[in-house]
C-alpha cells in the first residue's frame, strides 16, 4: 500500500470515527406517555455517551417525568413534547416514573 | 399489674430501639449552587440539614424512634432536591429551572422549611425578609436557567 493509501484510510477512518461519536452524541430516544403508561417502558442506550430523551404526554392530565437517579425532574402539559439532556452514564438501570401520578408503572433507561 | 406490663414492654421496645442503627451519612460533596452570600447562608440555615450532603446531625438523631423519623426526612430531602448534587440538575437546565421554580413557590408560601423543623431548630426559622429574599432569587434563577443556550 502507497502512503497516500495509507493516508487517506487513515482520514477516513477517523472522519468515520468522528460521525459515529457525533450521531451518538445527538441520539434521541422517544418516551410517549399513553393510557397512563409510558411507551416504550424501557429505553437502551449505550454506556458513556450523552443523549436526549423526547418525552411527549398524550394523556390528558399534566406528568411530571422523574427519576432521583438521573437527577430528572420535568412538568410536562398534555399535548406537549419536552426534551431532556441526560448525560454520558455507566452501564446500569435508571428508574422514571410519573410523580404526579403514582399508578402509573415506572420505566427504565438501561444502559449497556 | 397490668399497667407494669404494659410499661416494662414499653420500655423494652424502647431499649431494643436504640439497637436498630441507621445509617447516618454524609456522602461527599460533588457541587454546589451558586448564589449571594445572604441567600448561601439562608439556605444552609433552612435548608441543608434535608438538602444536602451537609447535614448537622441532631442530638435526637440518635435516639429511636426519632431517629427513623430523622433518618427519613434526609433520605427523602436529598432524593427529591440536594444542592450537594446541583450540578446534575444543571446538566438539564430545564430540570435546574423547575426546582428553582419549586424552591421559589413552596419558600414563598411556607410550606418550607416544614413546621415540625422550623419548631425544633429555631436557626432554620426564616424572617419575612429572608423568606422574600429567598423567593425572589429563586424566581430570578428559574428564568435564568430557562434562558440558558441548550
Known amino acids: ?112 | 399489674m397490668k399497667w407494669r406490663s404494659t410499661s416494662l414492654i414499653v420500655i423494652g421496645l424502647l431499649i431494643s430501639g436504640q439497637l436498630m442503627r441507621e445509617g447516618r451519612t454524609n456522602p461527599p460533596v460533588h457541587s454546589d449552587v451558586a448564589a449571594p452570600t445572604d441567600v448561601t447562608r439562608a439556605l444552609r440555615r433552612a435548608c441543608y440539614d434535608c438538602h444536602s450532603n451537609e447535614t448537622v446531625w441532631p442530638w435526637y438523631s440518635k435516639v429511636a424512634p426519632f431517629s427513623w423519623l430523622t433518618n427519613h426526612e434526609v433520605d427523602e430531602g436529598r432524593l427529591r432536591l440536594n444542592f450537594s448534587e446541583w450540578d446534575e440538575y444543571a446538566s438539564d437546565p430545564d430540570t435546574a429551572a423547575q426546582k428553582l421554580s419549586e424552591i421559589a413557590h413552596l419558600v414563598a408560601n411556607g410550606s418550607m422549611p416544614p413546621w415540625y423543623y422550623r419548631t425544633l431548630h429555631s436557626s432554620a426559622r426564616l424572617s419575612a425578609a429572608q423568606t422574600d429574599m429567598l423567593a425572589r432569587w429563586a424566581e430570578h434563577q428559574t428564568t435564568a436557567y430557562q434562558s440558558a443556550p441548550r
Open chain 1, 1 to 112: 500500500m502507497r502512503l497516500q493509501q495509507k493516508v487517506l484510510l487513515l482520514v477516513g477512518l477517523v472522519l468515520l470515527g468522528s460521525a459515529a461519536a457525533a450521531a451518538a452524541q445527538d441520539a434521541v430516544h422517544e418516551i410517549k406517555l399513553v393510557n397512563g403508561r409510558f411507551e416504550p417502558s424501557q429505553v437502551v442506550v449505550p454506556p458513556n455517551t450523552p443523549f436526549k430523551v423526547r418525552v411527549t404526554n398524550a394523556d390528558k392530565a399534566a406528568i411530571e417525568f422523574e427519576s432521583f437517579e438521573l437527577h430528572r425532574e420535568r412538568v410536562v402539559q398534555p399535548g406537549e413534547t419536552i426534551t431532556v439532556y441526560m448525560p454520558a452514564l455507566a452501564p446500569g438501570q435508571y428508574k422514571f416514573f410519573d410523580d404526579f401520578h403514582s399508578d402509573t408503572p415506572a420505566g427504565v433507561i438501561l444502559v449497556q
